[in-house]
């Protein structure tokens, strides 16, 4: 089920999306500190990642569209918060929107989506970290219920200086 406003639609991302996808990753990881991976991926790089991201689960992947153009304007994921067992009732989330795309309400939409869509699983808690300053990401986060619990100070090192990351949760 897709949720839609007039010009957005949101549903499962699929494999015809990874080359867009994989485009959008690489202008975050090529132009912002909001990734802090610092190499570009090909798309067959990036295709495990979505992959682990099925249309059920805990694990989701949802894409943001135009109405129109079918156009991706964003995407939001829920992905295992750490790889140690009793972690299992955990989730990191985060949201892209594409550039240009902002302020159309997409980040709301794609949370909106995932959030429903998680609604059944056996979660308990879902966390994100956002690379400071971002308050715009944190505006969101807050929004859907998340409240902040900490930073990381000087966590990251990317473009020849050291980012911090507030971290954020929300229960599920």
Not at 1 to 10: G, I, K, L, P, S
């Amino acid at each position: 089920m897709a949720t839609e406003r007039t010009d957005v639609q949101v549903r499962p991302g699929v494999e015809d999306d990874l080359k867009a996808l994989t485009d959008l990753y690489n202008h975050y990881v090529r132009e912002t500190p909001i990734t802090f991976d610092t190499e570009p991926f090909t798309v067959e790089e990036r295709r495990p990642w979505l992959l682990s991201h099925p249309e059920d689960g805990p694990y989701r992947l949802r894409v943001a569209t135009d109405a129109d153009s079918q156009e991706i304007l964003g995407y939001a994921t829920s992905s295992p918060y750490r790889a140690k067992p009793a972690y299992g009732t955990s989730v990191e989330t985060t949201v892209y929107v594409a550039p240009g795309a902002g302020g159309r309400g997409v980040g709301t939409l794609l949370y909106t989506s995932l959030f429903e869509a998680l609604a059944g699983e056996d979660l308990h808690r879902a966390y994100a970290g956002i690379a400071q300053p971002n308050e715009a990401s944190a505006r969101l986060h807050e929004r859907f219920g998340f409240r902040y619990v900490g930073t990381y100070r000087e966590v990251g090192r990317k473009f020849g200086r050291y980012w911090d990351v507030a971290w954020y949760e929300r229960p599920l």
